[in-house]
């Protein structure tokens, strides 16, 4: 085995000979063990022809393992009291498993030979393109859905980023057995997988499990698509789709620096200030304020080589052009002046307690180890997240904020009742801030 490295109390990575990534981190005296495993196994690996299998895969892996007398991993994590699920995303495809402490040796090789030893038949294939083109349609009829992908196509125009991790009617109704199995062989190897196992664990309990039942699994001789570009905003980064129902869904999207930068607390007490709770500067000002919506919320994608904040809102087509101004008045005025120090500590303190808050909860520290490992090689604690926005300065915020918030780093995706008139004018508004 590889040399183990010890980052901090409670915090260890340790390897296998095939390349798997295991980050430990012990939390005394709690009563739930969460693993978070991330494959490098998003839509920034599939073929355009191909659009969707990521998340066809992951449908796959809960299905049962091609071992016939291997029980069911979903029944014996469950009758333990654990939950499992997955989720697929533009990077990568993600794994849980939750289990009450007592039981996680037992439950663990259950979920590892779910991971390994999947079982695809073209009868189970074709019963799960059913399944998945329903699940399709669902998210076709949630316009807040098709808002966040016009999102994505506004940031990223032809890139696989932008493409809807589903697929499309056609591609998965095309996915035959060879596919799925050549994409499962190519991305699911242990040299391109992370884990972190985050509990009251102890690395040297849990450590052996994992050898025993993947240290010989060998990296995988296949290529995998490789897309590591990191695409610039997209030239047009306006994207609507005209609809007749009255409320219009709208996303606007910021491109932040990535999980790495040195920046990154000044970005996440940004997303704080701008849509962090009640008294965020988006939710005072277009709802407390004006009643322009109902509907307004702030977050953060993570990717590769960046990090997305998103607002999203539902508005009536009414107060549309309305909200946009205000947003970039919002945003222009953050990157314009230096705020009080009275907001700056309110916000700041507010980011902190929010963080010291998930300090409780096993599964986002894991969520946090895993995605942080996978994505920019190094495991970011809540401790170190917390550290950053202790030492942040108001100087230092403010540069940040003259970076980023500018109007050639916006771009915004809309679906409802927009006509041209009014599409046009915010389409001015965005290009040209005031």
């Known amino acids: 085995m590889r040399n183990n490295e010890n980052i901090m109390d409670g915090l260890q990575i340790k390897y296998l000979n095939n390349g798997l990534r295991l980050v430990f981190y012990r939390l ?188 010989d699994w060998s990296p995988s001789s296949e290529p995998i698509l490789s897309v590591d570009t990191q695409p610039e905003l997209s030239e047009q980064p306006f994207v609507r789709l005209r609809g007749n129902e009255g409320t219009i869904h709208c996303y606007l999207g910021l491109k932040l620096p990535p999980l790495h930068s040195s920046d990154h607390s ?67 005025s953050l990157s314009a002046e230096c705020l009080s120090r009275d907001e700056f500590e309110r916000n700041r303190q507010f980011a902190i307690g929010k963080l010291l808050m998930e300090m409780d909860d096993v599964r986002f520290h894991a969520r946090t180890l895993a995605l942080s490992t996978f994505l920019a090689n190094s495991p970011v604690t809540l401790d170190e997240q917390i550290q950053g926005l202790e030492s942040l300065d108001a100087r230092g915020f403010q540069r940040v904020m003259q970076q980023v918030l500018v109007p050639g780093n916006l771009a915004i995706g809309a679906i409802g009742a927009i006509d041209d008139a009014l599409w046009e004018r915010c389409q001015t508004l965005l290009r040209s801030w005031r």
């Open 266 to 332: 000044a970005c996440h007490l940004l997303s704080t200030i701008l849509g962090g709770g009640m008294s965020s500067r988006l939710y005072s000002e277009l709802r407390d304020n004006a009643g322009l919506c109902y509907s307004i919320e702030c977050g953060v994608d993570d990717l590769r080589h960046a990090r997305i904040l998103y607002i999203y809102f539902a508005a009536h087509p009414e107060n549309f052009e309305h909200i946009v101004e205000r947003i970039i008045h919002i945003c222009s």
């Open 28 to 215: 005394p005296y709690r009563q739930t063990v969460s693993i978070n495993v991330r494959v490098d196994a998003g839509t920034r690996r599939e073929a355009q022809q191909s659009g969707g299998i990521a998340h066809f895969v992951e449908h796959l892996l809960f299905a049962g393992t091609a071992r016939p007398e291997s029980p069911s991993a979903i029944q014996m994590v469950e009758a333990l009291g654990g939950d499992l699920f997955g989720a697929t995303h533009t990077e990568y495809t993600s794994y849980w498993l939750n289990v009450p402490r007592k039981y996680y040796i037992q439950a663990l090789p259950y979920f590892l030979e779910m991971l390994r030893h999947p079982t695809f038949t073209k009868e189970r294939i074709e019963q799960e393109k059913s399944v998945i083109l329903s699940e399709l349609a669902e998210k076709q009829e949630e316009p807040w859905s098709q808002a966040q992908l016009l999102l994505d196509q506004a940031l990223w125009g032809n890139h696989p980023l932008a493409r809807s991790t589903l697929g499309r009617e056609e591609t998965i109704g095309a996915f035959t057995l060879q596919q799925i199995q050549d994409f499962f062989t190519s991305c699911y190897a242990p040299e391109r997988m992370t884990i972190a196992v985050v509990g009251d664990i102890d690395p040297a309990e849990a450590f052996p499990v994992f050898a025993l039942h993947w240290s």
